[in-house]
């Protein structure tokens, strides 16, 4: 990066305030595909792009000390795609972990994983859980990939766990609650996303967090994830910042 690049990030540092950081952020890294096409690359090209621009945002969200960062790796919808883009996309996790895994065990990084993991390919279930047994004891920034992840398929899954035990009578229909609900998800002991980034210009969610994204922030750009850089995500964070976040009230007047 040039130096008038690192002035304007450290610019932008000193305008963060730690007290209002969001503890959990989620992003959408779209892109990669247009980005490759306007290169006049394959669209693999650009996922391995996509790859360099996740490593910077997630030492730089670590370095701000950002509770948690939920990442849309791969959708229960992204099946459709050519079968040669589904495999690299399956190979992906190997591949960046074996440079990866290293420095976020040094960083004290814990990694997760969400979404319908048993129906990965092998290579892609074996990389995961090397990485979740290798960061299982860290305290750090916990790191959540989603993989094979769909919100409406989460909630249904919520739903029918939570059928089950009125079923077997441990639960009451009465019992259950927002709080009760929450519990069953994935991201069951997470904090709500406070703050949602989608690059690419796109504007929608995408089956992505359905629930878990209420009341959380969201931060669209035009600019596709391979060119998304520390610069943007720092952006992100003081747009959050200058909110009001209101959750259905009113503030003081
Ligand atoms: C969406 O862009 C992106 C994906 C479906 C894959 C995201 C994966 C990465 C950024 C690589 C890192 C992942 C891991 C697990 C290490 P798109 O292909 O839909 O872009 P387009 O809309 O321009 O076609």
Known sequence: MNRDGQKRESELIKLISAEKLPRHVAIIMDGNGRWARKQGLPRIAGHREGMNTLKEIITCA?????????????????????????EFLMRLPEE???????????????????????????????????????????TGMILNFALNYGGRNEILNAVKKIAERVQEGALKPEEISEDLFTRYLYTGDLPDPDLLIRPSGELRISNFLLWQLAYTELWFTRTLWPDFNKEHFLKAILDYQERERRFGGINKI
């Open 62 to 86: 670590n370095e701000l000390g950002i509770n948690v960062v939920t990442l849309y790796a791969f959708s229960t919808e992204n099946w459709k795609r050519p079968s040669w883009e589904v």
């Open 96 to 138: 960046y972990l074996k440079t990866e895994l290293q420095p976020l065990i040094e960083k004290n990084i814990v990694i997760r994983a969400m979404g319908d993991l048993e129906q990965l390919p092998a290579v892609t279930k074996r990389a995961i859980k090397n990485a979740l047994q290798a960061t299982k004891d860290n």
